[in-house]
């Protein structure tokens, strides 16, 4: 899957894994929804969108291959919320 990004300024930079050269100091990659180590490239990422003053920022996380498909699916589901009546 080729996700669509648009934005005005080209976004943030993609997320590169992790070197497997033996570089002790690079930090492995990990699923910032379950916290498991992604190993190679990421299934997908995250976004996460926020606003301080004039200035917007934006974080594209990564996601595991279990944790992806599950995030998108969630994010299509309807939201339900019992509080309001009608």
């Not at 606003?51 to 279990?66: A, D, M, Q, S």
């Not at 498909?69 to 589901?77: L, N, Q, Y």
């Amino acid at each position: 899957m080729i996700p669509v990004r648009r934005y005005v300024d080209g976004g943030p930079p993609p997320v590169e894994p992790a070197s497997t050269s033996g570089d002790a100091a690079a930090p492995a990659l990990v699923c910032d929804a379950c916290g498991e180590p992604i190993e190679g490239s990421p299934a997908g990422a995250g976004l996460l969108l926020w606003t301080r003053g004039e200035e917007v920022r934006y974080e594209e996380p990564p996601l595991c291959e279990r944790c992806a498909p599950a995030i998108a699916r969630a994010g299509g589901a309807p939201i339900w919320d019992d509080d309001e009546e009608g």
